[in-house]
């Protein structure tokens, strides 16, 4: 009778010996995955979400290790397959001809040189029966879960989350998905699916309880927040409630979580956890023209001044560095407080000392303000304020010219663009109203400004993109020759037309050249990426400036054109070089060149 003990002995030799035959390094493998009659979008989702298929790259070199990615490949090809609309397919995993399912663990091959994918898709399902409910009032379900309909796995997800998010924009925040009956009928390749929702209660807002280590005093984090207690469930609230906290610039992160039951009095509590940034930053900018030289912006900011998440900011800017034109520069601050006014709105304050040294005039002025902003939706604000301004100017008129004003600045920014700083969709639009009031004898009118760029890809890849600006500006109520220059308008440089020198289009005066009170900028843009950082641009600039208030069809134009090139830097922008020439107008003096980081619009 054999003796038990040294059975369970031998029994432990064999396990490790084929623990060490698994884990014994494979020397050479060959993988392949084959879906005859798949598409060859789906072939490519089924390499990229195969584990045998990457094993090399991610180094997997035991026969342990190629078993387990084999084993695990097919449930992750199945869903694959289910989320395409393939419910018939057939997936075979080989390992040098042996089906990977039925290799025993304690078994295993003691080298594999073959890994072999074959997949038959069988034919797409489409919808035989697709039925949710119920619905809530006004509930939009995707057109792609119908009758008749491709079907997958992701279309039937889709349905559910938008009759569950319909529920909670009525109130019903803890609605779910309750019952899914899902039937497959092969002979027809149709699936049926019948979803049942439960909505649950219809809810208000509770309390909002603040945790996190953060500088920022809780009272004025709850001003800014604005919780609406007491208010009807409703997720595009609570969303505005991340935004506000967002927006201040102060935090570096906001998560907002619903307590996971109401409370019995039908009210639901919200936790907000807050982590702040940093309270000092410093940034740099630079900005390179053939013509103006090298412009750099110092920027020093504070986020948490008073502890209400106050956002102080110095900026210095020095120009013309090495340029055709001495050295000029500014000088300025603002300070936003958040917390003083609404969850949407805030009070700031400006201060500003600027000189300006340009071929056709020479500034020198200051300024301070009050204003508030006003936030109608995340992509639309606006903002006011009063300002007191003092200049004196040397230009095209005179020198030594006094302009003492009060400015009412009035402006609306609306940006639907879908990236800031590289948008390839969307649009962006600014304007500005300034009436100025003179005062000491100073004329009194009024500047109007639009700044409109639209962006559109004729590509779903967003690799070539056609960009467009517009931009018009006016002079209303004073005479050409007694407005500030820095209230008239230039044309010529990279803000406006490259290719044509800074500011060299204005308006003949005597034997000087001086601002106009009108002006038209007209910009487009062809974007094409060559790889995942590289873009190449082709450009074309037209500008306009006249002495009335409006352009006209004898108002002196010029234009220029070029080409550019765009190097990715991620959520910085692109770092951007543009070549341009002038291609009409009398003010054209050859090449230039501007470099910067950013869009040039």
């Known amino acids: 009778m054999p003796n038990p003990g040294r059975c369970v002995a031998a029994l432990r030799a064999m396990v490790l010996m084929c623990a060490m035959f698994a884990g014994a390094p494979v020397l050479a ?49 199945v869903q694959v397959l289910y989320d395409e609309g393939y419910f018939s397919a ?31 898709p069988g034919r797409p399902f489409r919808f035989g029966r697709a039925a949710i409910a119920p619905l809530a009032p006004g509930t939009v379900l995707p057109d792609s879960f119908a009758t008749g309909q491709p079907a997958s796995t992701g279309r039937i997800q889709a349905a559910a989350v938008a009759g569950v998010n319909g529920w909670r924009a009525v109130g019903h925040a803890k609605a779910d998905v309750g019952r899914q009956r899902i ?62 906290l967002r927006r201040t610039g102060t935090f570096a992160s906001v998560a907002i979580r619903e307590a996971d ?51 102080l900011q110095f900026e210095t800017r020095i120009r013309n560095i090495g340029g055709t034109e001495n050295i000029d520069g500014t000088f300025s601050l603002r300070l936003d407080r958040p917390d003083r006014l609404g ?38 604000f606006g903002e006011m304020s009063l300002n007191a301004a003092y200049s004196t100017a040397d230009d095209a008129f005179g020198t030594n010219r006094k302009f003492r004003y009060a400015v009412v600045p009035a402006r609306l ?49 967003g690799r070539i993109v056609l960009a467009g600006r517009l931009q018009v500006g006016s002079v209303v109520g004073a005479p050409l020759s007694m407005v ?19 500011e060299s289009l204005g308006v003949p005066v005597g034997g000087a050249i001086a601002g106009g009170r009108s002006f038209l900028g007209l910009s487009t843009e062809l974007r094409g990426q060559i790889t995942e950082r590289i873009s190449l641009v ?56 501007y470099i910067g980081i950013g869009q040039a619009f």
Do not use: C
């Not at 500030?484 to 800074?502: D, I, N």
């Not at 074309?540 to 080409?563: C, E, K, M």
């Open 484 to 502: 500030s220059p820095e209230f008239l308008f230039f044309s010529g440089g990279a803000g406006t037309v490259r290719g044509q020198p800074y």
């Open 183 to 244: 039937v497959a009928r092969h002979p027809k390749a149709e699936l049926d699916a019948d979803i049942e929702l439960l909505p649950g209660p219809r809810l208000r807002f509770g309390q909002m309880t603040v945790t996190g280590n953060s500088a920022v005093r809780e009272t004025s984090i709850r001003r800014i927040a604005g919780f609406p207690t007491g208010e009807v469930y409703d997720p595009e609230k609570l969303q505005r409630v991340g935004t506000r």
């Open 261 to 311: 039951k109401a409370n019995p009095d039908g009210t639901l509590d919200v936790t907000t956890e807050i982590e702040d940034l940093p309270p000092r930053r410093l940034s740099v900018g630079a900005e390179l023209s053939s013509r103006t030289g090298l412009d750099l912006t110092f920027r020093w900011t504070h986020r948490n001044l008073f502890h209400g998440a106050e956002r």
């Open 413 to 461: 920014e609306w940006d639907r663009r879908d990236d800031k700083v590289n948008a390839t969709e969307g649009f962006y639009l600014n304007t500005r109203v300034s009436p100025f009031i003179g005062l000491g004898g100073t004329e009194s009118g009024g500047q109007i400004a639009l700044d409109a760029r639209g962006y559109w890809s004729p590509l779903a890849s």
């Open 90 to 120: 057939v997936v075979h995993i080989r390992l040098d001809g042996r089906e990977a399912a039925y290799i025993e663990p304690l078994n295993p091959p003691s080298r594999v040189s073959r890994i072999e994918i074959a997949v038959d």
């Open 29 to 77: 493998y060959e993988t392949a995955l084959e879906a005859p009659g798949a598409p060859g979008e789906l072939q490519e989702r089924l390499t990229g979400a195969s584990a045998v298929m990457s094993a090399q790259t991610r180094g997997l070199s035991t026969v342990q290790e190629l078993l387990a990615a084999a084993l695990s490949d097919y449930r992750t090809l």
């Open 538 to 593: 082709g450009f074309y600039d037209f500008g306009a400036v006249d002495s009335g208030s409006l352009i006209d069809t004898t108002s002196p134009r010029h234009a220029g054109a070029g080409i550019g090139v765009r190097y990715a830097l991620g959520g910085f922008g692109p770092v951007r070089l543009d070549l341009a020439w002038p291609v009409s107008g009398s003010t054209g003096d050859g090449l230039q060149f």
């Open 343 to 380: 969850p949407d709105d805030s009070i700031f304050y400006i201060a500003e000392l600027e000189r300006l040294n340009r071929t056709n005039y020479d500034l020198s002025r200051a300024r301070a303000g009050i204003g508030v902003r006003r936030f109608f939706s995340p992509d639309l």
